[in-house]
Structures are given as C-alpha cells and as structure tokens.
C-alpha cells in the first residue's frame, strides 16, 4: 500500500534539484514542452515548490513535517473526508453541523477527485485529500503563467515573478494546499480564462464544468464568459459575429451543477437538499442586496486595528469584502470604458476582470451574513483577476506606485503567516 509519508521532503528534494540544475531543467523542458510555454511550466514549478514548502514551513511551530501536513487536515476538510469515506448521506431534514448524518453540503467535484486518487494508491483519507489538493495546486501554478503568456505574449521572467509574489502575499491563498476545494475551483476559474483567451471551446467547457462540479457560485462563470464575448463582439474581435461555439459551451458546462442537482433528487429525493443543508448549519441567507448592506463598504477603523497578532478572522472578512467591492466596481468601469474608447486591451482585460469577479460577487450575495464568514477566502478569484492585471498594466506604472505597494505585500504575507498557523492550530480563520 502507498505511503506518502514525507511530502514535504519530496517537495525539498524537487526544490534543491530544481534549483541546483536550472539549465539542465529548462533544456528538458524545451523537449517535452512546446518552446512557448517552456518558461511558463518552469515558473511553475518553482512557484509551487517555493509556495508549498511557505506554508509548510509556517504551519503551527514546534511539530514535526509530518505532523505540519496532517495539520492542513482542519475544519471543512472534515466535511470532504465524510464525503470521501462515506459517499453523500443525509437525513430529513438535514442535521446542523452532523457530518456523521448530513453532509450533502459541498458539491462532488473535489471530494469525488480525492476518493478517486484514494481508491488508486490506497492512501487514507486525509493524505488523499491533502495531496488531492496539491496535485491541483501544481496544476494551477502551471495553468497560470501560460494563461498570462496567452494574454501577454510578451511576457518576461519579471512578469511571472511578479504575479507568482503577489499570489503568494495574499493571506488566505495558502488554503489551495489544505483538504479545501480552492485549488480546483481556481484550476477551472484558470481553464476559462484560457478558453476565452484561445476561443478554444473545449477548453472553456472543462472551466466552467470544474468550476460549476466544485462550488455552485462556479455557475457565474457563464454570465462572466458570456459578457466577455459580447465585448469581444461589440468590439469586432471575432470577426464581425457573435461566437456562438464558445456561448454553448459555456452553457453545457453547467452540466456540473446540473449533474449534482439531479443525483440529489434521485439520491435523497430532493433536487435542493444542498441548499437546505447550507441554510441549516450555516444559516446562509441569499440576498440580492447583500453588497449594499453591512458590512459598510467603508471599512471600519475598529477592524484596520485588530489585523494583527492575534488574528481576528471576522475583521479580516469585514475588511476584504467592502474592499474588493469597491475594486471590482471600479475595474468593471475602467473594463467598460476601455471598451467604449475601443481599445485592443479591451477583450482581455474584461476576460480578466469579469470573469474572476463574477464569483466574487456571487458569493457575497449566496452567503450573505451580518460578518461574511469566510469572504476573504473567498475573495481569490477577484484577486487573481486583479494580480494578472497589475502584472498586465506594470510597465505604465510609475516607480512610486512600487513603493507603496512594497509594504502592502509585506505587511500582507505577514498576514499570511498568521492565517496558516492560526488555521492548523484549529482556530478559525477563512
């Protein structure tokens, strides 16, 4: 039976060599990888090493490797473990917060992806979920820098550094390497990106049915997929016709959602048990006026004041949502503005933008409540969206936008530091 008993040992060793035979690494990638996308997979590679052995290093002190990877097991992964072990089981109603009875909460795709890679290699069910994760992780860091490289053609190592740094200073980015369902739902949010990009539809299919199969705010992928082809239409980018290839398959691939809705009748006789499970134990109300109501989209100083050691998770939720509010209002108006002065950016910054806020903005509606629990993590798409545009725009930056950002990210990885030991040490933080 396989053991993966020294993860980050492996994680170390594949660092070291990486680093230790850089050119040699790059000449072989030249052979096995398109010349393209040879800088983009290396890249890569040495962001995740560089960010798994970041969160492995800061997991809670004073425990051993392989207690620190056991430790990314915490809280929601419990939920997916259930799911995995168990298959979906429910009584009727549904019981509040029982994952022994009732745990149809979280949609199939990342569970369902862990029980396959735990039935192939015989692991148990937190290192399959835990390597499920950064199987994924790995494959989103890759997916990343050649979705930029299709936006940017030009890009240059600077431009991958820069985005991968970014990415790592957000707080809650470390959740993509924990029993959690992030790296996937970023993997399809990534693949959609690409589809768009390439006007390939298949690619965008596999988006948005990974997104849709992971969390059901993946279905607001088509409306973002939808309003950037109107733009690419509106500005001629298609060749004068609206391309109605990409529309269907953005379409079809809400046969995740749909799958998932259907087993749920079959199952349990009830096409929405998901949504009642989800009102019960977490008492999500959905509100379409949820970004008008509190939190205030002006922060408060009470929660500027409590962002520090020890870290209070709630604050942190009160202060990212009127944030990225606010940013994603105004991105979508500088998006539209760029689209009526007909800019060539145009379609690509409102791939960008649209489609990482879109669940954003989504999920601060589906789970409206009086603090948004669990909003910073949830936040990441529009991040993403926001990273690869600043990495998109830096050159028409002045230098003294640098400087304030500087300790910003500082202050933000600091953050990050925080929330890694404060989640393994089974204190809530999301």
Not at 21 to 48: D, I
Not at 65 to 94: A, C, H, K, M, Q
Not at 173 to 191: I, K, N, Q, R, T
Not at 227 to 246: A, P, R, S
């Amino acid at each position: 039976m396989f053991s993966f008993a020294r993860p980050y040992f492996l994680c170390h060793f594949l660092g070291m060599q990486l680093i230790r035979n850089w050119k040699s690494f790059q000449a072989m990638l030249k052979t096995w990888v398109h010349k393209k996308y040879s800088k983009p997979v290396l890249f890569g590679v040495l962001f995740f090493v560089l960010h798994a052995s970041w969160v492995i290093l800061n997991a809670t002190s004073n425990q051993t490797v392989i207690s620190r990877w056991n430790n990314l097991y915490r809280w929601d992964s419990e939920w997916y473990g259930s799911i995995v072990t168990n298959g979906y089981i429910s009584e009727n109603p549904p019981k509040k917060w029982d994952v022994k009875h009732s745990n149809v909460a979280y949609f199939p795709g990342y569970p369902i992806s862990a029980s396959l890679l735990r039935d192939v290699t015989g692991l148990q069910t937190i290192d399959a979920t835990i390597l499920t994760a950064w199987i994924f992780t790995f494959a989103f860091w890759i997916m990343l820098f050649v979705g930029l490289q299709l936006a940017k053609p030009n890009s240059n190592a600077l431009d991958y550094s820069l985005l991968g740094l970014v990415w790592i200073a957000f707080p809650t980015s470390f959740y993509m390497y924990a029993a959690y369902s992030e790296s996937l739902f970023l993997c399809g949010l990534v693949l959609t990106w690409i589809g768009l990009f390439k006007k390939n539809h298949w690619i965008l299919f596999l988006g948005v049915f990974v997104a849709s199969s992971t969390r059901v705010v993946g279905i607001s992928y088509v409306a973002g997929s939808l309003f950037c082809l109107l733009v690419g239409w509106l500005m001629k980018d298609v060749k004068g016709t609206f391309n109605w290839k990409i529309a269907l398959a953005s379409l079809l691939g809400l046969s995740g959602v749909f799958a998932f809705f259907i087993f749920c009748q079959s199952r349990f006789d009830d096409w929405a048990l998901y949504f009642t499970t989800q009102s019960i134990g977490w008492e999500n109300q959905a509100n379409l006026a949820a970004l008008i109501k509190e939190p205030s989209w002006i922060p408060k100083m009470s929660d500027i004041k409590t962002i520090f050691y020890p870290l209070d998770a709630i604050a942190l939720s009160r202060l990212s949502v009127p944030f990225f509010s606010w940013v994603s209002l105004l991105g979508g108006c500088f998006c539209l503005w760029r689209v009526l002065k007909q800019k060539k950016d145009a379609v690509i910054l409102s791939t960008i933008w649209f489609v990482g806020c879109a669940p954003f903005l989504g999920g601060v509606v589906g789970v409206y409540n009086s603090a948004f629990l669990g909003m910073i993590r949830y936040v990441l798409p529009a991040y993403l969206g926001l990273a690869i545009a600043f990495v998109f725009y830096r050159q028409s930056f002045r230098p003294w936008v640098y400087v304030l950002l500087s300790p910003v990210l500082i202050w933000s990885m600091y953050l990050g530091v925080l929330a890694i030991r404060t989640f393994t040490a089974w204190r809530w933080v999301a």
